[in-house]
């Protein structure tokens, strides 16, 4: 029988000690694996999300729920402004390009967005199918919003009030698709997108004769960088509008995300950190059990190097099975959000940059947990524990 032969036989009798030794291991790989993943798409949406969006500009209220709202599409809105308002800052000498958006429908979860081609142009989203809209109640879908629906080019859909699913819906106001964007890897491919007008027109039934046009929000792009020291402060304090830089309030958004990251790390650090006492633990204690039958094989000529060569690859085999299934249960954890927040637009598979380092971190603490059984396996005096029983 064989040195691996012995070390699996015993730990195939001790699977109780194995197999709790491998869970923790694997829940602080999990636990980081999935924490580091979040962290590192939703950054990377966010960044593709915002590019080229400077400033966005809307009704008052909070700056972090205007920008969830009006670029990530992730929130309600803080109200409406005034489109006359409006279309005087799109014509304002600093201002590059403004996109208008008028939010308040949407269709199975994914919101509807009264815009113009511009918001389009402005992400690179080529037609996969079909034409860019035209006139009020047609609608472009973008490439997941359009799967999810099973909808394509001259089928229609109802919008219904709010995001969730199941609110009021304006059946008397059908849409009808013209068109299907290609998948961008933004929040494009998240949105039903139609004229504006198509929104003024479903909800004029319910604001009377003659309402006052408004719009959700634009979506600025400075015409020069000297625009940041001077635009937001003029349109916060001389207008009834809010102005929020996406840049700021994502920083925001990330330090208070960061405590919670910190944390789910900390606990990663901590399970493993458990993972490899546990494995010390059992480790001496089968040191304890083998003893006799290590000095028996010391007699038959197996030298002290191979022995302890053997408590090392004991160690690193269950630290390496830990690893191996934490990295399985973190891109499994992701999965699970992804299903449960499709919104959040997850890749559960996507390669994690700093994954590699997770696995040979917690690879390398079974051969540390390992090194004082197999020094005392080294050291062992193997008359005396023969002459013991």
């Keep these: 029988m064989t040195l691996f032969e012995v070390g699996y036989a015993y730990w195939r009798h001790k699977r109780l000690a194995a197999a709790l030794t491998v869970l923790l291991t694997a829940l602080g790989v999990a636990i980081a694996t999935a924490a580091l993943g979040l962290a590192e798409q939703l950054t990377a949406r966010a960044a593709r999300d915002a590019r080229g969006i400077d400033l966005v500009v809307g009704a008052k209220g909070s700056p972090l729920q205007l920008i969830l709202s009006a670029v990530f599409h992730a929130d309600v809105p803080t109200g409406n402004i005034a489109l006359g308002e409006a279309e005087t800052l799109q014509r304002h000498a600093l201002v590059r390009f403004a996109i208008p958006l008028a939010l308040g429908d949407s269709v199975g979860g994914f919101r509807i967005v009264g815009t113009t081609p511009d918001l389009i142009a402005h992400y690179g989203g080529p037609m996969a199918s079909g034409r860019m809209f035209g006139s009020s109640m047609e609608a472009v879908l973008g490439a997941e919003a359009a799967r999810k629906l099973r909808a394509g080019p001259g089928d229609q859909f109802i919008g219904a009030h709010g ?3 199941g609110g009021p819906a304006h059946h008397d106001h059908p849409y009808e ?5 290609a998948p961008t890897g933004t929040v494009l491919d998240r949105l039903a997108l139609t004229p504006i007008e198509s929104v ?3 909800h004029a039934a319910h604001q009377g004769p003659a309402p006052e046009r408004e719009i959700t929000a634009l979506l600025i792009g ?3 960088p000297l625009a940041a020291a001077s635009l937001p402060r003029q349109i916060n304090t001389a207008s009834r509008m809010q102005a929020a830089s996406p840049a700021f309030e ?5 330090a208070l995300m960061g405590g919670g990251l910190d944390a789910l790390r900390g606990l990663a650090a ?3 950190a458990a993972g490899a006492l546990a494995m010390l633990a059992a480790l001496v204690a089968a040191l304890d059990e083998r003893k006799t039958d290590i000095a028996v094989m010391r007699a038959l000529g197996a030298s002290p190097g191979r022995v302890m060569r053997l408590i090392l690859g004991e160690s690193f085999a269950l630290a390496a099975i830990g690893a191996v299934l934490g990295l399985a249960f973190g891109h499994g954890a992701l999965a699970a ?3 449960q927040a499709p919104g959040a637009a997850l890749d559960p598979w996507m390669p994690i940059a700093e994954e590699g380092w997770i696995a040979v971190l917690a690879m390398a603490l079974g051969p540390a947990a390992g090194l004082w059984p197999a020094w005392r396996v080294y050291r062992q005096d193997v008359a005396r524990t023969l002459s013991e029983g």
Excluded: K, N, S
């Design 337 to 339: 959000i992804a299903w």
């Design 177 to 181: 698709v013209v068109g299907v964007l």
């Design 222 to 224: 400075y015409r020069t």
């Design 270 to 272: 901590v399970l493993l």
């Design 163 to 165: 995001m969730a699913e």
């Design 200 to 202: 003024w027109d479903v």
């Design 250 to 254: 994502i920083a925001r958004l990330a």
